[in-house]
């Protein structure tokens, strides 16, 4: 049975506020997004655990385990992917957020051999005059989340394909298109699909990886040569409409902005996502645990970095390296790190009250 909330969620817009668990280590916790092994969970489930501890804010789904080089992850079928965000909710004691990458085309974890509905990529859609089939899959995808218990797509893609032989984004179909007004006008019809159904969106990966020539989930990519300027239109296009629940941002160095990665760059999230564009919503990282950021930066000084930077949730997806203690070895060290006076107390205040004014927008 799901445990006594501790704070009141009336429908969408209604404020969160948590009274009696309102410490440190509660709002860390939400600030969290880790992945997890299994179909199906309990109580002894490491991630039941971490959930039922405060530990996390969300989870995030996938279909295939990378270094098991097996499927069935998470998803197995219809039902039982709803059992499972049945069950995982039950156990929370805030609102838990429960993503999954479901971009369609190559980039689709609720695939048909699991009977789900087939998808295509934003590619072949960006290809069509019309944004009607756009709106049309994208309620097809919307309609399935919510019947599911998903409550989060880390979709649309707002990248735009500068680089038509991009490893990760143009050669995977992920973008809508090399014209960047496009990419706005379908990420818009998305966004408003999903939002009908009481579904976050995250646009990314800000600041634009479409112009990269390298994949940032092996290595560091760095666009100084690539990068322009109008990869940043759909970005600010839609969080000018309002159309902006989250950000992610992508793991891209350009040393016209900073010699760090855009997740550990205040130049990036403060500077150019925060001030220059207006965005007040919630900041989330891709990946941490991928290579640009997990080969050359410590656990310690990666969350440093992301959090003083802007970063307001944190992505493990427990996938490309598995440790089933990652949310509490990553709460311990921002604790440490507020402790110590390397993150301001503030700016966990801060990022926690985004979380929660973004969670008091779910449906139950």
Known sequence: MKQLLLFLALGPGTALVAKPMDSLDLKIGQLLIVGFRGVSVSEKSPIVQDICAGRVGGVILYDYDVLQKQSGRNIQSPRQVKSLCTTLQAYAKLPLLIAIDEEGGRVNRLKPKYGFPRTVSAAYLGRHVSLDSTRLYAMQTANL???????????????????????????????????????????????????????????????????????????????????????????????????????????????????????????????????????DGVVCTDDMQMNAIAAHYRLEEALKLALNAGADMLIFGNNLDYDEQIAQKAVEAIKRLVQCGHIAQARIEEAYKRVMRLKSRLKF
């Open 145 to 279: 989340l919510a019947e599911l218990g998903i409550n989060l797509n880390f979709a649309p893609v707002c990248d735009v394909a500068v680089n038509p032989d991009n490893p990760v984004i143009a050669k995977l179909e992920r973008s809508f298109s090399a014209n960047p007004d496009s990419v706005a006008l379908h990420a818009a019809v998305v966004v408003e699909a999903h939002r009908n159904r009481h579904v976050l969106t995250a646009l990314k990966h800000f600041p634009g990886h479409g112009s990269s020539t390298s994949d940032s989930h092996l290595e560091c990519v760095d666009v100084s040569k690539t990068w322009t300027p109008s990869e940043l239109l759909p970005f600010q296009r839609l969080i000018s409409q309002g159309n902006a629940d989250l950000v992610m941002t992508a793991h891209i160095i350009n040393s016209h902005w900073d010699s760090l990665p855009a997740t550990l760059s205040k130049v990036v999230i403060q500077g150019m996502l925060r001030e220059q564009l207006g965005f």
